[in-house]
């Protein structure tokens, strides 16, 4: 049984029937820069989107620690929604709902079932 899978198929049902909470969106990535021997830029690094499914959520007590700001809010990606995975470095646009717009990444972590990756956001 694919857990992942089936609880994103059960919350892409409801949000489709409900209007939310998961909302389409896109996480955004870029390619590492490739450097000739005398260190010129041969390609520039890529800006990569993939599509995934996002809720969002206030921020958690642990997520209200170091760095905190006014605004700052939980998302969950369903992991089985995103091809790949996400770290620090991505930023998430969601596409569309209450929380339309480009969002920083930061404090990633994973649920023991592997169903979604939480982390803290902050637009920008």
């Known amino acids: 049984m694919d857990v992942p899978a089936m609880f994103a198929g059960i919350a892409q049902q409801i949000s489709a029937v409900f209007g939310g909470p998961y909302h389409p969106a896109q996480v955004i990535t870029f ?15 890529v800006e990569v989107r993939r599509d995934c499914q996002v809720q969002f959520d206030a921020a958690t007590e ?3 620690a170091e760095g905190f ?4 809010v939980r998302f969950l990606i369903l992991a089985a929604t ?8 991505a930023q998430v646009e969601v596409l569309e709902g209450p929380f339309a717009g480009v969002w920083r990444v930061s404090q990633l972590e994973r649920d023991p079932m ?11």
Not at 114 to 124: A, D, F, I, K, P
């Open 114 to 124: 592997s169903v979604y990756h939480s982390g803290r956001g902050r637009r920008g």
């Open 82 to 89: 995103l091809s790949g995975s996400i770290d620090t470095d």
């Open 69 to 72: 700001a006014d605004g700052d």
């Open 31 to 45: 390619t590492d820069a490739v450097y000739d021997a005398g260190g010129s830029i041969v390609s520039p690094g």
């Open 62 to 64: 642990a997520m209200r």
